[in-house]
């Protein structure tokens, strides 16, 4: 079974979300912000749904292959950008995750998957679901830092720096530091439960914890050279790429073609 519906859905999505940022950048128009925030919802609520009716016909959560991971992840990194947007007004960071949100539908959309609705056994664990949630919100609360860094990059060689950018992604680094922490706790206790080890050195397990590490050092810079900012802002992308390499880099590395975490 093919994805079933999702081109519809992604266009209606894509639609609405496309609605919310020219609607954030219209100057003139009264209550901008509440139409902005109208069809970031809508389309939030439209894809939400497709990701509930997927989890009913599959009759089975849909996070065992890359691109039902991409769902979550497009899903929450709109959402989070919709929160900074409504928090902080940043316009700019509203367009920039929907934009991210659309590109990874977008490749759903061009490398359809097929679907089975059975579970391996090891994925049949009541850590499976809190795991896999756990670290797309990481990843997508990640993502959000590593997109203010590339705009604070961008304001410190137009020479327009304002400190307030890496308060805010530090805000971000916190809490999906916090996540990315736990998921690596649910996987070892998962891995516990299935394979009678909590860790193994599998490919995934070591870009998982090089990703951990690369995020730790970010905090750990902040923390001891808090001035060096351009610094932190290329950390936080070198960081990023790593995670990329940890959640689907890896199914290309020939050392990871027998893992039991490379997504199929």
Known sequence: ?????????????????????????????????????????????????????LWILLA????????????????????????????WRYTWFLAYGIFMGGLFLLINVVKPETHSQTLMPALQSPWFVPHVIVYMFSYALLAAASLIAVKGLYLQWKGSWQSGI???????????????????????LWAKEAWGHYWTWDPKETWAFLTWLGYMLYLHLRYHKPQKYKLHLWMLALAFIVLLICWFGINYLPSAQNSVHVYS
């Open 1 to 53: 079974m093919t994805w079933l519906h999702f081109s519809e859905i992604a266009i209606v999505s894509g639609a609405f979300w496309l609605l919310a940022i020219l609607f954030s950048y219209l100057p003139k128009l009264r209550n901008r912000r509440r139409w902005a925030t109208f069809f970031t919802v809508s389309g939030l609520l439209v894809f939400g749904s497709y990701i509930a009716y």
């Open 60 to 87: 089975r959560p849909p996070m065992r292959t890359l691109g039902e991971t991409r769902l979550w992840y497009s899903f929450f990194l709109v959402l989070i950008s919709l929160f900074v947007y409504l928090r």
């Open 166 to 188: 890496i308060t805010l992604a530090d805000n971000f680094v916190y809490i999906g530091f916090a996540f990315l922490t736990l998921g690596l706790l649910f996987g070892a």
